[in-house]
């Protein structure tokens, strides 16, 4: 079964830049579309940004166009969201999440199947 590990995250000061990234081991992701999600509390998941299994296709939020990249290797089998000039507002609760296929590649939470355990971004001065 698929399980996705996430790293990165923490506290930053707003305009500074922060790395995620969500792999997984003994399987391969390059047949999954990824999607990074938020959450703060209160709040619905909100989808930031996704990328088709080969990379070619990406998707971002209006919040965060301009700002994040997502990119993706399959050898490495790992996915990254690159987060530059971070505001408060993106202060939040970041997963990754994969469903197989392209099919469903978007940024609705619904679509996805398997997801990260997780991280805290924080925004701060």
């Known amino acids: 079964q698929l399980q996705l590990v996430q790293s990165g995250g923490g506290l930053v000061q707003p305009g500074g830049s922060l790395t995620l990234s969500c792999t997984t081991s003994?399987?391969?992701?390059?047949?999954?579309?990824v999607g990074w999600f938020r959450q703060v509390p209160g709040k619905e998941r909100e989808g930031v940004s996704c990328?088709?299994?080969?990379?070619?296709?990406?998707m971002y939020a209006d919040a965060v166009k301009g700002r994040f990249t997502i990119s993706r290797d399959n050898i490495k089998n790992t996915v990254t969201l690159q987060m530059k000039n971070l505001k408060p507002a993106d202060s939040a609760f970041y997963y990754c999440?994969?469903?197989w296929g392209d099919g469903n590649l978007g940024l609705a939470a619904s679509s996805y199947e398997t997801w990260g355990q997780g991280t805290q971004v924080s925004v701060s001065s």
């Open positions: 999440a994969a469903v």
């Open positions: 990328i088709s299994s080969g990379g070619g296709r990406s």
């Open positions: 003994g399987h391969n992701l390059g047949f999954h579309s």
